[in-house]
């Protein structure tokens, strides 16, 4: 028998490893991508033959974060410059500040703008947040100061608006007679520039093309993994994939690639599909799983989204008397899907984002399990923001997994409570407190591009419950900072059916790793969001973050 | 990436109605009885077209090409990126026809016909089920959805009539002009409809009597539906009021449920013009392209033996004036 290879012996500051048996330890051994041990540097020697490596001597390492999810169209968005009013960090490691008017993001534009070569190539940026601009919308004549020959077209930040320059409006032909709901339109009924929907932001397509398409290549890949790595993720999944060769075959490509500092895993987006070609398409896929690309789970989509106010609300519906949302697929048709996909042995992901929306899928789910019960699914109600506590006693008796928006709670938990739900059903959103306290196991994400990869992020949401005025929003929903870095890694993980491999540092697993500055454990809760990423560790290989500014304030 | 073009706007067309009302049914009998039209289809479901694989002469990732010219386009990729498919085609379809899901509001879809300048608003035909569609208004979770339906369509094809009874049938009928007034109802069965009452008429300023087109374009099989509708021609050499036609469109009879046709008005005698109707909705736009001389025309499409088009008709004395 050949002797063991050497491993290496990596001394932390602090081991965080999420595994209650050992819950802390000061250093890790690592074999073959995996870890051989964990605990005091003296036991591991135990091993036999190793080295010593302090590169993390002064850092404190958890298991690496998991996203659970996620749209690698992230990482296509960040060919165009970002203009956001929340403060984002590129690809690249750039920090982007906050913009909180609009002439900064007509100077920002206009340096853009000076580095595009080709002088008849549109500008497009993304990111506006003009409900945050105190009732001052975006014009074409603002954008005009940018350029008036370019046409320009600026994307918002919930991906359903966009305002347009006037060399983009006499490009593509929006006029003032186009009879369109969705041009906004000054008093004399001249566009304003703002385009609002798919039928009004058409004709801006047709010159920029279609930007959701972004999120296929390569490119788009190793840029999400970029800014993955900067925020200590090490999985994390494409839940909404075609798995067609073209969107596929570019991840294969990546994470092939030892240099490529993420795991991947890919949802089929179910919607619209028969089931029979969906399931074929899965199988195909999974018969090629990897260590670092992952398939198995199909994505179904029931209503829209609360800020929308397309997400289907139970009664008394939204707070300002809006009519209901709309459901992406009937109850009906998502039945029979979750029978279909559910009897094939797949995993469902179910994007829910209303509660009536909530009860929809669980009764689908139910009648399914019914007919046809099956130990360990993990379906998993995909956002769940309104759902109340009945219905995770629901996904409790189901087996059903939750993962939770919580970032919505800051990002969007000022516009829940005084705009589309009001200010007793906001308490109650993204209830993880309620998941905790009842045993559904939960997970929390970010839906990036919709807000920022980052798990701490998240996860001080999940803890502090601060909207971005600073108000608390549901107290009693809180969670403990244990609690949460649990569900951003071991809880995610297990909504991923990966917790065997990744989130928790344990003998037999993935060395994985997020490297923090700081302890999580040590600070204060409200602090979370502040711990620094300085790199992480994929399956043995260290990678260092960019280097990053952090600016909440 | 294209530029506005200055080329003939396309007509787009919205199929919508619950899951089950028969809206790929419709979509394959139009298909079928195509012919003269290079109709670009964006279904949601490829497998759901009866397609026959030996009329494909060309098939990428999200679109079939068919033979007879026209193309199949899938939504999975959305409406955005079917769109931008079928608008790179050369040359270009002649006209959009999109099946919305069962649960989606044809009005936001219809939107996108009247916003980009390479298309135009084709009208929006709703399918529903008359031994379904009032319990399914009255759905816990879908019936908002698909009210909404109703109010969208500018004409509302009341499908299945065959599974109920002729005292039903008039029944949901009148229910329908009640929740949808805006609409024109049309009995039919296996969603069986011409073309043209489809797409609307396939007018020509040349001249041309479409009277009688149907038989030859709908299918055998189909007879019975194309023998319960009828049109009607209208025609003159002499510049028409435009504010008589105006009116006269406004006071279109309920029986005509689509009409088209090119007019020249005394308000720029030299200048055609382009009359399209589609339920109530009616427009008056610039005719693009070169147009022929000869008569204003124009073609109406009703039910069979309900277009009494005499004197008493305002669009009647609008023609007979000029």
């Given at each position: 028998m050949p002797a063991p290879k050497p491993f290496l012996v990596y001394r932390a500051?602090?081991?965080?490893?999420?595994?209650?048996?050992?819950?802390?330890?000061?250093a890790i051994a690592v074999r073959d991508g995996c870890i051989l041990g964990v605990g005091e540097p003296s036991q591991l020697a135990g091993w036999g033959e190793h080295r010593l490596n302090d590169?993390?001597?002064?850092c404190v390492l958890m298991p690496g974060l998991v996203e659970a999810h996620s749209h690698l169209l992230e990482g296509g968005m960040w060919e165009y410059p970002y203009v956001g009013f929340y403060p984002r960090n590129g690809p690249d490691g750039r920090h982007w500040p906050a913009l909180h008017d609009i002439d900064a993001v007509v100077d920002r534009l206009r340096e853009a703008e000076a580095q595009l070569?080709?002088?008849?190539a549109p500008l497009v940026a993304w990111g506006l947040?003009?409900?945050?601009?105190?009732?001052r919308r975006m014009v074409a004549g603002d954008l005009d100061r940018v350029s008036t020959r370019r046409p320009i077209a600026v994307i918002h930040a919930n991906f359903h608006v966009l305002n347009a320059n006037s060399a983009m409006l006499a490009r593509c032909g929006v006029?003032?007679?186009?009879?369109?709901?969705?041009?906004v339109r000054e008093q004399?009924?001249?566009?304003?520039?703002e385009l609002s929907e798919m039928a009004a932001m058409f004709p801006v397509f047709r010159v920029i093309?279609?930007?959701?398409?972004?999120?296929?290549?390569e490119r788009a890949a190793w840029n999400f993994a970029r800014l993955a790595l900067s925020a200590g993720v090490t999985t994390a999944i494409?839940?909404?994939?075609?798995?067609?060769d073209a969107s596929v075959g570019p991840l294969r490509k990546v994470c092939?690639?030892?240099?490529?500092p993420l795991r991947l895993a890919a949802a089929l987006?179910?919607?619209?599909?028969?089931p029979r070609e969906g399931i074929e398409r899965v199988r195909a896929r999974e018969a090629c799983n990897a260590d670092r690309l992952r398939f198995g789970s199909v994505k179904l989509m029931t209503d829209g989204s609360i800020q929308s106010f397309t997400a289907r609300v139970?009664?008394?519906?939204y707070y300002g008397g809006q009519p209901n949302g709309m459901w992406n697929i009937a109850p009906i048709q998502l039945e029979a899907l979750v029978a279909a996909y559910h009897d094939a042995g797949l995993q469902l992901h179910i994007h829910t984002n209303g509660d009536e929306a909530s009860g929809v899928a669980l009764d689908a789910l139910e009648r399914a399990l019914a007919r046809n019960p099956r130990p360990d699914h993990r379906h998993t109600l995909q956002?769940?923001?309104?759902?109340d506590a009945a219905q995770f006693r629901r996904m409790r008796a189901l087996g059903v997994c939750v993962n939770l928006f919580a970032n919505h709670l800051y990002y969007w938990g000022d516009v829940h409570r005084a705009?589309?739900?009001?200010?007793d059903r906001a308490q109650r959103m993204n209830a993880a407190g309620t998941a905790q306290r009842l045993g559904v196991p939960y997970a929390m994400h970010s839906d990036a591009p919709i807000t920022p990869i980052g798990p701490l992020f998240t996860a001080w949401c999940a803890v502090?419950?601060?909207?971005?005025?600073?108000q608390v929003l549901g107290e009693g929903e809180r969670i403990g900072v244990d609690d949460a870095l649990r569900a951003i890694t071991l809880g995610a993980a297990y909504t991923l059916r990966l917790d065997g491999e990744i989130g928790s540092i344990e003998v037999?697993?993935?060395?994985d790793l997020a490297v923090l500055a700081d302890d999580p454990l040590a600070i204060?809760?409200?602090?979370?969001?502040?711990?620094?990423v300085l790199g992480t560790m994929v399956g043995g290989v260290a990678f260092d973050a960019p280097p990053r500014v952090q600016s909440w304030e | 990436m294209i530029s506005a073009s200055s080329s003939r706007p396309i007509p787009v067309t919205v199929v919508g109605g619950f899951l089950g009302a028969g809206k790929t049914s419709l979509v394959n009998g139009i298909l079928e009885q195509s012919e003269e039209r290079r109709i670009a289809v964006l279904v949601n479901?490829?497998?759901a077209l009866c397609v026959d694989?030996?009329?494909?002469?060309a098939r990428s990732a999200r679109t079939i090409s068919l033979a007879n010219g026209c193309i199949c386009c899938t939504l999975v990729d959305g409406l955005a990126q079917a769109l931008l498919d079928v608008l790179?085609?050369?040359?270009?379809?002649d006209h959009l026809l999109v099946e919305a899901?069962?649960?989606?509001?044809?009005r936001r879809i219809a939107q996108v016909g009247r916003a980009d300048?390479?298309?135009?608003?084709?009208g929006t035909l709703v399918l529903v089920a008359a031994d379904q569609i009032r319990a399914l208004a009255c759905d816990r979770y879908v019936g908002d959805t698909v009210l909404r339906q109703l109010v969208a369509a500018?004409?509302?094809?009341?499908?299945?009539?065959?599974?109920?009874t002729d005292a039903d049938a008039q029944a949901v009928a009148s229910w329908l002009h009640e929740k949808a007034p805006q609409a024109r109802v049309i009995r039919t069965v296996?969603?069986?409809?011409?073309c043209d009452i489809v797409l609307g008429p396939a007018a020509r300023?040349?001249?041309?009597?479409?009277?009688?087109?149907y038989r030859y374009r709908v299918p055998s099989a189909a007879n019975d539906v194309c023998a319960t509708f009828s049109t009607e021609t209208l025609r003159c050499s002499g510049a028409l009021s435009e504010r008589h036609l105006r009116q006269a469109l406004d006071a279109?009879?309920?029986?005509?449920l689509r009409a088209k046709g090119y007019v020249r008005l005394d308000?720029?005698?030299g200048d055609w013009r382009v009359v399209q109707a589609v339920g109530r909705r009616w427009s008056l736009a610039p005719a693009p392209a070169t147009v022929p001389g000869g008569d204003s025309v124009l073609v109406l499409i009703g039910a069979a033996g309900t277009m009494?088009?005499?004197?008493?008709?305002a669009i009647v004395r609008v023609f007979r004036r000029a």
């Open positions: 500051r602090r081991v965080i490893t999420l595994n209650p048996v050992q819950p802390s330890a000061s590169r993390y001597a002064e070569e080709d002088p008849e947040d003009p409900i945050l601009f105190g009732g006029r003032r007679d186009s009879e369109v709901e969705g041009i004399n009924g001249e566009p304003t520039g093309g279609d930007p959701f398409a972004r999120g296929r290549g494409d839940i909404t994939n075609d798995l067609t092939e690639r030892e240099d490529f987006f179910g919607n619209g599909l028969d139970a009664w008394p519906g956002h769940a923001q309104m759902a705009l589309t739900i009001g200010p502090n419950r601060r909207t971005a005025s600073g037999g697993k993935r060395a204060p809760a409200e602090a979370l969001r502040e711990v620094r | 479901d490829f497998g694989a030996s009329l494909v002469s790179q085609f050369d040359p270009p379809p899901s069962g649960v989606s509001d044809p300048p390479a298309l135009a608003d084709g500018d004409l509302i094809a009341l499908n299945k009539v065959d599974l109920v296996n969603a069986r409809l011409p300023p040349d001249g041309r009597d479409d009277r009688h087109r279109l009879p309920d029986s005509v308000t720029a005698p009494r088009l005499d004197d008493s008709i």
